[in-house]
């Protein structure tokens, strides 16, 4: 059921923004909203979800009209502060968003539309699970305004699934592609590496059915032991092995080998696209840190600067809302130092680098060293960029303790 919330300040029962919270009325305006309901708890996983037996009187036939609520209420707090802008990127995350009828999602996303406006041209993006995603249901969600799935490959081995207690039938994941091109959807298709009993051969395979099915966009990402999941119990009992560091580095380089030699560039450290129209502009409104607003239990918000997450249960946030209240459960305001070293952490991830011009006299003292270790790009930092090379993207965090320590 995901990693506690922290504290933070408490939210206003309205909701309401400070008075002296700055908005950019032109800013980038995006939405997430968290579909939070799975059939099975996958064993790595410490997102904010539930499966049916842990809704404890939530119920998912109501879980659209609740989020509309809170679109609604939000739409109160902005007028309060500006114009409304139009989202420029939409995304459904969870939890498995596919697990709702798509009449629901798009009841969802029509909320959207009709509160804020969608942007021309704006990505609106589902993740969706390969077994629940059918001809009709990628159609429902083309003709609702969706422009882009990302689908939840992981690995294309039966014996890698299983360690991630993942259900889907890797052969189920063609069939997913091939739905979402009949509708005209954009693909991406999601990797997990590192899992236990996974080999280099292994991955390489799982890379190579990803490829062949000529998806727009991949993302990599590598197995992470969080606390409090079963994988981490599992390990810490000795019942299996916690991932290599050496091989999971092997891994990321065999991934970004066969992509670029596929034609795929990476533009965050974890992801790859055909295109830079093809990115994920989603999450590069994260990285850039934009505004956007987070729908649904233990959803985050950044607008303004200030940053706030919603109460986790689906039960708690469908109770705040129907009593008129906001389903916030706290809020920080990070001061000028947090939000440095924050650009710095996220900034760096992505091949569009950071400002040089941005870091303080101490961290700009540290770039020479940064080269000459083969960390980030001589080239690009003549021009004024900290950008990773390789071997940087494999040492980010090396990278980022010498740009902020």
Request: aromatic share 6%.
């Amino acid at each position: 059921m995901g990693a506690a919330l922290p504290l933070g300040d408490p939210v206003p029962a309205d909701g309401s923004l400070p008075d002296d919270l700055a908005i950019a009325a032109d800013g980038a305006f995006g939405v997430y909203l968290h579909v939070p309901f799975c059939r099975v708890r996958c064993g790595y996983c410490d997102f904010n979800t539930y499966t049916a037996t842990e809704l404890r009187g939530a119920r998912q036939d109501a879980y659209a009209d609740e989020v509309l609520r809170e679109i609604a209420l939000s739409a109160r707090v902005l007028d309060e502060r500006g114009p409304r802008r139009p989202a420029e990127t939409v995304f459904f995350g969870g939890g498995t968003p596919t697990l709702l009828p798509p009449g629901d999602l798009a009841r969802m996303l029509a909320g959207v539309r009709d509160t804020f406006g969608i942007a021309r041209g704006a990505e609106v993006t589902v993740e969706a699970n390969p077994d629940t995603l059918t001809d009709e249901v990628a159609r429902e969600l083309a003709d609702a305004g969706v422009t882009r799935l990302s689908i939840g490959m992981q690995s294309a081995v039966p014996h890698v699934l299983a360690a991630l207690d993942r259900t889907h039938d890797p052969a189920n994941v063609a069939t997913a592609v091939a739905a979402a091109r009949a509708a005209r959807l954009d693909v991406s298709l999601d990797l997990i590496y590192g899992a236990p009993g996974e080999s280099l051969d292994d991955w390489r395979r799982s890379l190579e059915t990803a490829v062949a099915l000529g998806p727009d966009h991949v993302s990599a990402y590598a197995l992470i032991i969080e606390e409090g999941t079963k994988l981490e119990r599992q390990i810490r009992r000795g019942e299996v092995l916690a991932p290599d560091d050496d091989l999971q580095a092997d891994m990321y380089e065999l991934a970004d080998d066969l992509l670029a030699a596929a034609g795929y560039r990476w533009y965050e450290v974890s992801n790859w696209s055909t295109t830079p129209e093809q990115r994920s502009r989603h999450n590069l409104a994260y990285w850039r840190g934009t505004d956007w607003w987070g729908y649904g239990p233990g959803a985050h918000s950044h607008v303004g600067g200030l940053r706030w997450w919603n109460v986790k249960h689906p039960a708690a946030y469908a109770q705040r809302l129907s009593g008129g209240v906001s389903p916030g459960a706290g809020r920080e305001r990070p001061d000028a130092e947090a939000r440095r070293l924050e650009s710095v952490l996220l900034r760096t991830r992505i091949a569009e680098g950071l400002p040089i011009a941005e870091l303080d006299d101490d961290a700009r003292r540290g770039v020479a060293g940064l080269i000459a270790d083969g960390l980030i790009d001589g080239a690009a930092a003549v021009r004024g960029r900290i950008v990773l090379t390789l071997r940087g993207r494999l040492m980010a965090d090396a990278v980022v303790r010498t740009l902020t320590e």
